[in-house]
């Protein structure tokens, strides 16, 4: 049984950043900061996704996309959930834009359970 998890199913292998699922915070993130990530994650098999922040600039087909931080990988259990934290620093950068925390998910097939997904600065 799942409470209240968001399930992301992936039916087939791909690039990693060709199936992705992203969460838009309220404000941007800040430069060279470090933002603390938990959560809980279980797959219907193990494997790994990844994550990073990103920086959007413009919209449609005139947006470019850049990446507002390192790229972390997260460990997917196929037995009960596992809490996982990571910690992300953004670049040095202008982070006018860059309010979006992506998984990448092509890579991995099958489903992918989160829940309880905290976003928090932190100081290193």
Known sequence: TF????????????????????YQAANNFVKNQYY???????GDK?????????????SGNNADY?????LKTI?????????????LKTRDMDMDGAKYLLFNMGEF?????????????FTN
């Open 3 to 22: 409470q209240e998890a968001l399930r992301f199913y992936n039916p087939s292998s791909a690039n990693a950043g060709s199936v992705q699922m992203r």
């Open 36 to 42: 603390k990530l938990t959560l809980s994650i279980r």
């Open 75 to 87: 460990s997917v259990g196929n037995g009960d959930f596992q809490t996982v934290t990571v910690y």
């Open 109 to 121: 097939v099958g489903s992918v359970y989160i829940k309880d997904l905290v976003l928090t600065t």
């Open 66 to 70: 850049y990446d507002a931080s390192d």
């Open 46 to 58: 193990a494997g790994s996704i990844q994550t990073f922040l990103q920086r959007i600039v413009g």
